[in-house]
């Protein structure tokens, strides 16, 4: 493959514009943030992580994605960014700080790229011991989440609430809507230096987009900081849109469950997809919509992954079944405001039918019966 013009090192934070700012942020502490700053205007969310913040959204007449922003080790990767995009340097906010470049992607998709961030010290919290079959690590000592029982409580009508949401720590990877899934993954590797580290090979045979990540060289990365997803012509009006974002807590899987908890009882979310385990990243997983329609993720137990890792060839079956857990809704990776949902999920055809399609072809291939 070509060089790329810059090297991203991670992705930071994604940004938004919304109608009802006071409605997200009592979502995104729900589901496990921190307020940094919130106005009438603008509303800045951290984890419990070095990232300033890892969520941003303005006040506007819609509900729009906005951008994903990256981070590169030097300011050489910015400058050459700033000119083969036709875009000049500009100074970040108070809170982020850096310096950045603002552009888009081939479907018109927000990019931000900083260099030189503002970094805020973690939250130091403890991270639970872990009894397997095979490795007993925690002797003499109780497994207790939070207030353990203690956060739970009742209504006057009898609804049972749970009090703790999850640990949010930072964001891991969004994946994106595109048009063309080749033409999507070589831009992102020829401006912003990604590998691939899943091609994901429709029933047509070709390749319908892909999970890729961040190249450090010898320093583990995570399986993707972005998953591209190529749509058929027939889905234009999604062509460039935000599919959804992965954020890692901070506790493994009693955090991830504890949230779980926490934004069911509040009885205010829907529930996209989960729980369940990723095949392609390994990731625990569990997504929630939220009150604009856009999809957010906890996400824990990732795979890593350095760049001499070569790429491989799945099938669409190993994304849609994964390791185990339930067949995705056809609305997931969709930005859909919730009261459009029930129509949306009558309309397009399920993913069971399409894994049925995917899997018989997968297997006509191989000569298989």
């Not at 929630?288 to 999809?295: E, L, S, T």
């Amino acid at each position: 493959m070509t060089q790329p013009i810059a090297k991203v090192s991670d992705i930071i934070f994604i940004r938004f514009e919304l109608r009802d700012l006071e409605a997200q942020a009592a979502y995104l502490e729900d589901f496990g943030m921190t307020p940094v700053h919130k106005s009438d205007d603008t509303i800045f969310y951290r984890g419990t992580g070095t990232d300033a913040y890892i969520y941003a959204a303005e006040k506007g007449d819609t509900d729009t994605f906005i951008a994903a922003a990256y981070e590169t080790d030097s300011l050489e990767a910015l400058q050459a960014l700033a000119a083969s995009q036709g875009v000049e340097i500009e100074d970040g906010d108070a809170f982020m700080g850096g310096k950045k470049v603002c552009f888009k992607d081939p479907d018109g998709l927000g990019i931000e790229v900083y260099h030189g961030v503002n970094k805020v010290d973690a939250v130091d919290e403890n991270v639970p011991v872990l009894n397997s079959g095979k490795q007993k690590n925690r002797l003499n000592k109780t497994q207790r989440f939070g207030d353990g029982a203690a956060e739970w409580s009742m209504d006057d009508d009898g609804t049972m609430r749970y009090a703790l949401p999850s640990s949010v720590m930072r964001l891991g990877h969004t994946a994106i809507n595109v048009k063309d899934g080749p033409v999507s993954i070589q831009w992102y590797h020829d401006v912003l230096g990604m590998i691939v580290s899943d091609n994901i090979i429709g029933p047509d045979g070709n390749v319908g987009g892909a999970f890729i990540r961040c190249d450090n060289g010898a320093i583990p990365s995570d399986h993707h900081t972005l998953n591209v997803v190529a749509l058929p012509p027939e889905a234009e009006p999604f062509h460039g849109t935000f599919g959804h974002a992965g954020f890692e807590v901070e506790k493994s899987l009693d955090d991830l469950m504890a949230g779980h908890f926490h934004m069911k009882t509040t009885g205010k979310y829907v529930h996209e997809w989960g729980i369940g385990r990723h095949l392609l990243g390994s990731q625990l997983y569990d997504y929630w919509r939220d009150p604009a329609g856009f999809i957010l993720e906890h996400w824990t137990d990732g795979d890593l992954l350095t760049a001499d890792q070569a790429p491989q060839d799945v099938s669409i079956v190993d994304v849609i079944k994964g390791q185990y857990g339930p067949i995705p809704y056809s609305s997931f990776n969709m930005p859909l405001p919730t009261q459009a949902l029930d129509e949306f999920r009558q309309t397009v055809p399920g993913l069971t039918e399409m894994l049925i399609t995917a899997e018989q072809t997968h297997k006509n291939k191989k000569g298989v019966s």
